[in-house]
């Protein structure tokens, strides 16, 4: 990496349960010391990232770091965007992983923590990758649209986050999730939806979830979709049978390992264009957010993004 390049990092304090704030100024400081020159903000509330990043980027920056978990990451991913465009095909972004999740680190592989992103900063490699987009309904049943590099999922992962994002997560991304999803099984109901794929009806009928996947995880360390590549230009959509609360427990340990897709129900498919329609309310979950709801159109952006890796 060329150290004359000066990058903007967007900052979530609250990441990691508030511990991002007391150790950010310790890991700026070796940053820079480093040879980096780094700018900063800290982020105040949901949807300043976006803001910020959108911000800066039209300032004249063109390398952002993403400090935090995986909403951080993806609602400084958004703000790569405006009015449905990039704001600069040339910029680029580096991720410094500090949340509790850590699902698209997962996929790409990147070291968690300072060391981590040093290495990443020293090693100057880039890769492009792909990025999904999805049309949904707000909590005001407005249509509106946001984009993901991860796994969106539709049924029973949308109430499991929006139940996790309501309590603290001092246990830790895994365990967090884990207590999040059982208690989500048990109380969940599977829901009829109907699923088309580059214009091809699917499925219709009664689902426990639909999983549209950039990445391969989910929940803090689930392998969801374990074949899905990001930056093919597919979408791997992994659908969850009509399964009984019962068979949903008796078989979570095997989506952590990926070999889930043994079991009878479960299916995999690829494509670029995702419709998913639902009869009663499904709850949408896009990279550990809970944005809204189903109707859901899924589109992708193939190699849309320059990431630092």
Known sequence: MLKNERWFAVVNPQSANGSTRKRWPEYLRRLREDGYQIDFAYTTEPGDAIRITRRTLKEGYTHIIAVGGDGTMNEVVNGFFSNGQQINCEAELALFSHGTGGDLIRTLQIARGIEGFLEILGRGQKRLIDVGEVLFQDEHRQQTHRYFLN??????????????NQQSKLLGGKLSFLIGSVLSILRYRNKIMHC???GNLIFAGRLNSIMVANGRYIGGGMMIAPHAKIDDGLFDVVCLGDFSTLMLLRHLPKIYKGTHLEIPGVTVYRGRLVVITTVETALLDIDGEQPGQAPLTFSIHPKALCLWV
């Not at 999922?153 to 996790?164: N, S």
């Open 196 to 198: 088309e794929i580059d």
């Open 151 to 164: 796994v969106a999922d539709v049924g029973l992962g949308g109430e499991t986050v929006a139940r996790v």
